[in-house]
């Protein structure tokens, strides 16, 4: 069964330096998600990204946020310059079109020190 | 913008019991209503969703009520089984979830 694939599963970085986490969305979908959950909190959307643009984006999303579809297969969150409340689970999620299912990855625990 | 309130934060069932979580969303242009169950640790799965123009869906133990009217909606599980206790969170549309609800079912 496809499944959207998240690497790393674990990153540890200094407060201060760039992280880029990476999604491989299900191929045949068109719509791609991240979303941030701080440990023991709900779920937070971040951008959706539609035909190598973002279609929404939270007031999470700021400019120390970006994200970035490279190759046509991987969908990538860059994070410039790291807090330390940005420490939290990244979920990539996708679907085939807009109010269908959306398949979350395994997540990208990011911890900042 | 939209905001999702659920209730209750935390429920407790015994096992064969009902289990009943309710959400409340403020945008009425809102037309799709997901829910999903997280495991400890794992990523947020998908168990049933419900569309605007619908007002019930049910899958096996599984249902979801939509009152478009009070714009609230809610999930209902019955016949609860161990493997049920998880973090419940229903969100309106794709981008804003509810705060989650921990259902316990006790053996």
């Known amino acids: 069964e496809p499944e959207v694939t998240q690497t790393p599963s674990h990153q540890v970085t200094q407060m201060g330096q760039e992280v880029i986490l990476r999604c491989v969305p299900i191929s045949n979908h068109l719509y791609f998600y991240w979303y941030r959950q701080i440990l023991g909190q709900k779920v937070e959307f971040l951008v959706s990204f539609y035909n190598n643009e973002i279609s929404e984006k939270s007031e999470i999303f700021d400019d120390q946020f970006s994200v970035e579809r490279p190759d046509g297969s991987n969908f990538t969150l860059k994070i410039r310059s790291t807090k330390l409340e940005d420490s939290a689970m990244y979920f990539c999620?996708?679907?085939?079109?807009?109010?269908?299912?959306?398949?979350f990855g395994q997540g990208t625990r990011l911890t900042v020190v | 913008g939209e905001n999702v309130e659920q209730h209750p934060s935390t429920l407790s069932v015994q096992e064969g019991d009902s289990a009943v979580i309710k959400c409340t969303y403020s945008d009425s242009a809102s037309n799709y209503f997901p829910w999903y169950k997280q495991e400890l640790g794992k990523r947020p799965q998908l168990i049933i969703d419900?569309?605007?123009?619908?007002g019930e869906k049910k899958d096996q133990r599984i249902a979801v009520t939509l009152n478009k009217t009070a714009k609230h909606f809610s999930l209902h599980i019955t016949e609860t089984q161990p493997e049920d206790s998880a973090v419940y969170f229903c969100a309106a549309s794709r981008f804003v979830f509810g705060p989650g609800t921990r259902l316990s079912v006790l053996p």
């Open positions: 999620a996708s679907s085939p079109s807009l109010n269908t299912e959306a398949f």
């Open positions: 419900i569309r605007s123009n619908v």
